[in-house]
């Protein structure tokens, strides 16, 4: 296996978790990420930990690119967006059409999840993908 690479722009750091969400401006937005970030941890068992300036991550996922080069990206987490909460790792494994339905108010992206209000999604199927999303990573910490 080839070493692994550190290229891309989204790397670990030793940044402030509870700095990066007391620094939220929006209140509602604020909360609804740190509620967010204590499922993540209760479904993971993970300790969350920042990547790059902006995103809560749980866990490493290391992958190989089509050049056989070793990268590593978080396994699962969130940033909290101006106009919504994107979740990472959870709209590719174990999010078929079905589970997603049974979410509530929701979009999606290029492989993430956004949710302008966590009130307007159900917690259990959220925790579920979460469980998905965790599940099919073969992470490590």
């Known amino acids: 296996m080839c070493p692994t690479v550190h290229d891309r722009k ?3 750091t ?3 978790v509870e700095a990066y969400l007391a620094a939220i401006s929006n ?3 604020r909360a609804d ?3 967010a970030i204590t499922m993540f ?3 993971t068992g993970a300790t969350p930990r920042m990547w790059g300036p902006s995103i809560v991550g ?3 996922q290391r992958y190989a690119t089509a050049d056989g080069r070793v990268r590593e990206s978080l396994a699962v987490g969130l940033a909290a967006r101006s106009t919504a909460l994107a979740l990472y790792g959870l709209a590719i ?3 078929d059409a079905a589970t997603m339905s049974r979410l509530g108010r929701h979009t999606t992206g290029k492989g993430c ?3 302008t209000k966590l009130g307007d999604v159900d917690h259990t199927v959220l925790r579920e993908l979460i469980a998905a999303g965790w599940a099919a990573k073969d992470h490590a910490d």
């Open 33 to 35: 990420a740190r509620a």
């Open 93 to 95: 494994h174990g999010s």
């Open 10 to 12: 989204t790397q670990p």
């Open 113 to 115: 999840l956004y949710i």
């Open 58 to 60: 749980f866990g490493v």
């Open 14 to 16: 030793d940044g402030d």
């Open 27 to 29: 209140d509602a937005r």
């Open 41 to 43: 941890q209760e479904v």
